[in-house]
């Protein structure tokens, strides 16, 4: 018997062994309904019976809401950020997970940041082969949520790749904005950085500015009563992607402000144009 005995699921009563059985603070919990939780949501041992047990009923709520929402505004790649402006509800999600899953709906109310973050995976290559360099694109957000405040949502499909070298987000940062050019050519064979992957990596870098903006606008009238200007929907950048030229909004007079986060130059609006944190 011992720790090999099989437990009893505090939620739906079925039983359970050592590798789908999951310990809670007073309980047990299943396979079946920890898939049923949020999925930014960290369950830990530490968890109680009772507060498990809201979660699940706040899912099953959250199910019910979505059978009425109705997006307005949507961006992204793969994974997508949907807003309903009209519910002032807005959820992560692929289009399919948004017909058949249950993402969680959150208000726009309650947002307080969203800002773009790159994670790198670094793959070694034997000694006929160089380092492989891979990247995954994440929106980083904060909410005001009773189960979830802090996750991160990765958007993108197939990693961006390359041999050799980073590829630096601060250097992709300033094509962006205009302030530089791809290299190309002998060029880019110096950098270590081809210009395939850094067209990748910049769509993507694109993809996740549009979603931020997109967000923080549909959010700012929720916040702060402004009106607000409904977008058509938004498409993902494509492999034709056009650099935008970028401006930076020009203060009002006597009203000069700066971002808590970045340090950016802001006037007005409820988040910060540059990393999308919100302006207090």
Do not use: W
Not at 6 to 18: E, I, R, V, Y
Not at 32 to 41: N, V
């Amino acid at each position: 018997m011992g720790i090999f005995s099989k437990k009893d699921c505090s939620f739906c009563g079925a039983q359970s062994g050592l590798l789908s059985n999951r310990k809670l603070a007073d309980g047990n919990i299943c396979k079946d309904c920890r898939a049923q939780l949020s999925p930014f949501y960290d369950l830990t041992n530490k968890d109680t019976v009772a507060n498990v047990a809201a979660q699940l009923e706040y899912r099953q709520r959250n199910l019910t809401e979505l059978d009425r929402f109705q997006p307005s505004v949507a961006a992204g790649d793969r994974g997508k950020v949907f807003i309903d402006m009209n519910s002032g509800k807005f959820t992560f999600a692929t289009e399919r997970e948004l017909r058949e899953g249950n993402p969680d709906l959150f208000d726009l109310r309650g947002l307080r940041s969203c800002t773009f973050y790159a994670k790198e995976t670094i793959f070694k290559g034997d000694e006929d082969e160089s380092d492989r360099f891979d990247y995954d694109f994440y929106l980083k957000v904060s909410v005001d949520h009773p189960f979830v405040r802090n996750f991160s949502y990765r958007y993108n499909g197939q990693s961006v790749s390359n041999r050799r070298n980073r590829i630096k987000e601060s250097e992709i940062r300033k094509i962006y904005l205009g302030q530089k050019e791809i290299k190309s050519g002998f060029s880019a064979f110096l950098s270590g950085v081809d210009k395939r992957a850094t067209e990748a990596y910049l769509n993507a870098y694109a993809i996740g500015q549009d979603m931020i903006e997109a967000l923080t606008g549909a959010a700012a009238p929720f916040q702060s009563g402004q009106a607000y200007s409904q977008p058509a929907y938004r498409q993902p950048a494509g492999p034709e992607y056009q650099q935008p030229v970028y401006q930076q909004p020009a203060p009002a007079a006597g009203e000069v402000n700066f971002c808590p986060s970045c340090g950016t130059r802001v006037s007005g609006g409820a988040f910060c144009p540059q990393c999308g944190a919100r302006l207090d």
